[in-house]
């Protein structure tokens, strides 16, 4: 059976990446978009890399542009705007498809292993989901993730322990990390 430490993703520039040179360590791999709603947890998860980097902790970030559209740019014109903006150090990775066909493997093995259980309660998740849900409907079964800014939680041992949605509070994120460390 795969593990974390299996797969290989592209960096930025396009080179290959194994996971396995993050293995020991905590990670949190999200997927992200420059021009969503929730773009703004690049704050936290800036701050919870400055806080935690030291003690084995890493974020992984893999930017798509399979939400509305939301992540237009080169992965250069992403990561200076990252930078820019929210002045983030954490590794980024080349823009991905997270959903159908052309999948990273990494995000169907994640997603298999913690499955989307719903974005919560309340009028603004309900809206959420609906807008997921016609968004995604191209992607059949294969729409592994159901937006952007989704986190997984992977253990020093590689087991994928969490699935934060966006609609967690970055809070509770904070908190389950802080507890593997």
């Not at 997270?98 to 990273?104: L, P, Q, R």
């Not at 994640?110 to 989901?129: D, R, S």
């Not at 997921?132 to 322990?161: C, H, P, Q, S």
């Amino acid at each position: 059976m795969a593990g974390v430490y299996d797969f290989t993703v592209k960096d930025r520039k396009g080179n290959e990446v194994s996971l396995n040179d993050y293995e020991g360590k905590v990670l949190l791999i999200v997927n992200t978009a420059t021009g969503c709603g929730f773009t703004p947890h690049y704050d936290p998860l800036e701050k919870m890399y400055k806080d935690f980097k030291d003690r084995g902790f890493e974020i992984l970030d893999f930017p798509s542009n399979q939400f509305a559209n939301q992540a237009p740019g080169s992965d250069d014109e992403i990561h200076q705007f990252c930078t820019m903006k929210f002045g983030t150090e954490f590794p980024q990775f080349a823009k991905i498809d997270v959903n159908g066909d052309n999948a990273d493997p990494l995000f169907a093995y994640l997603a298999g292993e913690k499955p989307f259980e719903g974005f919560g309660k309340g009028l603004k998740n309900a809206a959420l989901n609906k807008f997921a849900d016609m968004n995604n409907k191209a992607f059949g079964d294969k729409a592994y993730i159901k937006w952007n800014f989704t986190k997984f939680l992977i253990d020093r041992e590689g087991k994928v322990l969490a699935r934060f949605e966006p609609t967690v509070d970055m809070d509770e994120v904070r908190s389950a990390v802080e507890a593997l460390l």
